[in-house]
């Protein structure tokens, strides 16, 4: 939005003045503001482990899985179980312990699956039964690392990543929540480092990087109809954030060829078109939750050159900063995370939305011409409740 400023001359009569500067407020009011009315930070809680890999939602539950052990330095098959009703925690166990996984729900089926452990990437899919609190297990078509997932209707995809020997992959694994079956499709083109978001019977998939760097290429999976179509973000990145709710898909933020990006593209289920909008701030490593009719993109970072111009990048700023956007009124509003973190994970169910997870940068350090910077990572859950 262009902002008009408004010069008052000194000769105008006081109404008037007061006037000519509400009209000024009311043009700086349209851009986005901070303290959603609608969202209360609801405080923090802290998980059983830090390294959180994967966050997921069903049947009022959400859950936090995998990840890294840094107390045990090991792998981490321990599961965290959030009940959005009654605000009370559990924790239960993967199969498998890994790091990298991917994770989604519809109906009362919670999946997490591929991921790494010990340099050995898995195919390994966990299911959790909200209803009955029990876990199976399934098998992925092909075993992957850095996969994403996105759940509409009855179904979870789980679409991308790497292979062994770091193999770009495209194969789409389609998991049917009441049939309890799988079956299988391709991306137009392999890559990784990927986003995914869903909202009416739409599931897309969206940017990544493949074979030639960074993509515009969106893959649009149809529940209903069980086809697929391709489309275009408006630039292309990788390692951007995707969330839907109501009628619309958000894909934000990104690392684009050049620089991070603050775009926001934009897609109506319904119509089937694309608008763009900007994050507060340009980021790439945000993470995105939905709940009720918002969708939250936190956290996330920039790189740039450390000192000395050695050619090596570093994270040199690491955001707490949420964007919020509600589908209802195309508005955007900001809040903050408790900390600064980068590649955190978050899910909502109910009226919560839920952050977890991440690194957050701790101290740095140069010499020898070599920028170095150390991170911590903590276990602290932001707790977010939308009224």
């Given at each position: ?64 899985a ?6 045990a ?13 009654s ?28 991921g ?41 995809l ?35 480092l ?22 515009k ?14 489309t ?31 775009v ?20 790439e ?60 994970v ?11 997870g ?30």
């Amino acid at each position: 939005m262009k902002l008009h400023f408004f010069f008052i001359r000194l000769s105008l009569k006081p109404i008037l003045l007061l006037v000519a500067i509400v009209l000024l407020l009311q043009v700086f009011s349209c851009t986005k503001s901070t303290t959603h009315p609608g969202v209360n930070n609801t405080g923090t809680a802290l998980l059983s482990e830090a390294g959180v890999a994967a966050a997921a939602a069903a049947g009022g539950k959400i859950l936090f899985a995998g990840g890294y052990d840094f107390n045990a330095d090991t792998f981490s098959r321990t599961v965290d179980i959030y009940d959005v009703s009654s605000g009370m925690w559990s924790t239960t166990q993967l199969s498998q312990a890994r790091g990298g996984i991917a994770g989604a729900g519809a109906g009362n089926k919670i999946l997490f699956a591929g991921g790494l452990v010990d340099n050995v990437v898995s195919k390994i899919v966990d299911i959790y039964d909200v209803s009955s609190t029990s876990w199976t297990t399934a098998l992925l078509s092909e075993a992957r690392n850095f996969i994403v997932a996105a759940a509409a209707g009855n179904k979870i995809l789980f679409a991308g990543g790497l292979g062994s020997a770091y193999a770009l992959s495209k194969t789409v694994d389609i998991y049917d929540v009441v049939t309890n079956t799988w079956t299988t499709a391709q991306l137009s083109e392999e890559r990784y480092l990927l986003a995914a978001g869903a909202a009416g019977n739409k599931i897309l998939f969206a940017g990544g990087t493949g074979a030639n760097n960074a993509t515009k290429t969106v893959d649009i999976y149809d529940v209903a109809s069980n086809t697929w179509t391709t489309t275009q973000l408006s630039e292309a990145r990788f390692s951007l954030a995707g969330g839907g709710t109501g009628d619309k898909v958000l894909f934000a933020g990104g690392l684009a060829n050049p620089g991070i990006s603050d775009v926001v593209d934009i897609y109506t289920v319904s119509t089937n078109t694309w608008t763009t909008d900007r994050l507060s701030e340009p980021r790439e490593d945000i993470v995105a939750a939905s709940a009720g009719d918002k969708i939250f993109f936190g956290g996330g970072n920039i790189v740039s050159m450390p000192p000395g111009g050695n050619g090596n990048l570093y994270d040199s700023t690491v955001y707490k900063t949420i964007d919020i956007y509600t589908a209802s009124s195309n508005t955007w509003y900001t809040d903050q995370l408790s900390q600064p973190k980068k590649n955190a994970v978050a899910a909502g169910s109910g009226n919560k939305i839920l952050f977890a997870g991440g690194a957050t940068p701790d101290s740095a350090t140069y010499a020898y011409g070599i920028f170095t910077q150390y991170y911590s990572f903590p276990k602290t859950v932001d707790i977010f409740t939308l009224h």
